[in-house]
């Protein structure tokens, strides 16, 4: 009997892992078709755009999906469940991996996206930090532990909606008109970038470094060192829109189409 029950536990395992799995490629897929059709459309609605102005668009139509999907699934999560805050490391549900998966998917598709077009040499600090955020979600599906702390970590995507509207209207002709639409993105995109990125980041540091007692050492210091980084690169993004959006003192700047992206170019042109 106990053989029995053990063997349906390593099938239903087994299993689980294979529907993941798919749900992971399935993402990836979606996501590329969705930049496919994106791609046709900006082509035929934009016509005196050129490619890379095209493609630069096209690829924020793809992350503001995902920023956008991520945040809906994060914010649902922890408004309608407590125990996500309450304990963050042995609380997890179900439904939440597929939130992780779903992000995975993402990270996994604009890596290869980044590949394919050639920008993966100009895009070191992108493929940093999605390894980072690839290697975390793996050790927590993995585990089942610290579902609580990913899921407040997905708090940056809410800023990353604003931050993606922000360079998309940045590519277009609306943000020369200095509309007060235009100027109420960017203060929503500044605020939440406090809010939703250096607020999140501290508190779980305080969770790891001081609050936390029972994530293992190795597991802690890597936790550590990825969300250090990202404080880094939080820091990174906000003195870049701090000069480029005209906040403490600077001028509001007009960049082009290769300087749109608030962490530069990511791909050299050839002279």
Known sequence: MSITISTSIIDVMKSSNMFRLAFLIGVVVVLRLEYL??????????????????????ARVISLTHATLSSVGCICSLSSDPHYVKEPYDYSTYSAQYIFLFSMGYFIYDMIDMYIHGEALYSKEYYI?????LTAFSIILRTGKLFGFAMIGLLVEVQTIFLHLRTMIRLTRYAKKKSRAYNALIYANMVCLFVFRHLTTTYLLYVMLYKDEKCPMPLRAFLVSGLLFLTYHNTHLTISMVKTDGFFGYEMQSVDEDHADPLGPVKVKKS
Request: hydrophobic share 50%; charged share 25%; proline share 0%.
């Open 129 to 133: 930090h999605h390894s980072l955020v």
């Open 37 to 58: 059709l994106a791609a046709v459309i900006v082509k035929r609605k934009a016509r005196e755009w050129s490619a890379n102005k095209v493609r630069i668009f096209t």
